[in-house]
């Protein structure tokens, strides 16, 4: 079965950088799009991103722009997010989400990982 | 940018009622809605895409309907494990965006 599982927890202060991967089993991680969401406490849902492990070509929200950096690493099935710049409203549960179908216009988020807490605070 | 605006915010309601969320585009956006149900702690669920077409496992007392700027997701005698936050997404473009939530209470 399809399975995504993210990196643990982790503490910044501002202005620091921070990585979270995200390890795909279950299917072939070239075929799928994944895209980067996030949640602010108590807030909804904000789409940051998508990376195409395919080529590692990726296109990343307006808001995002020069912030964020999408990689991957095919050998071992793992994608990665991160955001630099950090500032205390960056404070999220950050996803990763695999698309429903390995169509390149798929935009269905059918697949998600369990969530990082990534807490920014001095 | 779409804007996705839910209503409502959060309703009450009990086992066995039938509720309805609506969702409205800022513009059209044919049938491309994706509805998520996401509980404390856990990551979104999808359960309907493309407006009405409901993921394997998902109940069908849940439904979606609707085109163009308008959609609604209905569930037709709720259940306990119901009771939860639901969103819709528009995936007609990118940035991919979301409405602000819908959160169904006892």
């Known amino acids: 079965q399809v399975q995504l599982v993210q990196s643990g927890a982790d503490m910044k202060k501002p202005g620091a950088s921070v990585k979270v991967s995200c390890k795909a089993s279950?299917?072939?991680?070239?075929?799928?799009?994944i895209h980067w969401v996030r949640q602010a406490p108590g807030q909804g849902l904000e789409w940051m991103g998508w990376?195409?492990?395919?080529?590692?070509?990726?296109h990343s929200a307006q808001n995002f722009q020069g912030r964020v950096t999408m990689t991957r690493d095919t050998s071992i099935s793992t994608s990665y997010m991160e955001l630099s710049g950090l500032g205390s409203d960056d404070t999220a549960v950050y996803y990763c989400?695999?698309?429903?179908?390995?169509?390149?216009?798929?935009?269905?988020?059918?697949?998600w990982g369990q969530g990082t807490l990534v807490t920014v605070s001095s | 940018d779409i804007q996705m605006t839910q209503s409502p915010s959060s309703l009450s309601a009990s086992v066995g009622d039938r509720v309805t969320i609506t969702c409205r585009a800022s513009?059209?956006?044919?049938?491309?809605v994706n509805w998520y149900q996401q509980k404390p702690g856990k990551a979104p669920k999808l359960l309907i895409c493309?407006?009405?077409t409901l993921q394997s496992g998902v109940p069908s007392r849940i439904s979606g309907g609707g085109s163009g700027t308008d959609f609604t997701l209905t569930i037709s005698g709720l259940q306990p494990e119901d009771f939860a936050t639901y969103y819709c997404?528009?995936?007609?473009?990118?940035?991919?965006?979301f409405g602000q939530g819908t959160k169904v209470e006892i």
């Open positions: 989400a695999r698309v429903t179908t390995d169509s390149p216009v798929n935009k269905n988020l059918g697949h």
């Open positions: 279950g299917y072939t991680f070239s075929d799928y799009y």
């Open positions: 990376i195409r492990p395919n080529d590692g070509g990726t």
């Open positions: 513009q059209t956006i044919y049938r491309f």
């Open positions: 493309d407006a009405s």
């Open positions: 997404q528009q995936s007609y473009s990118i940035p991919l965006t």
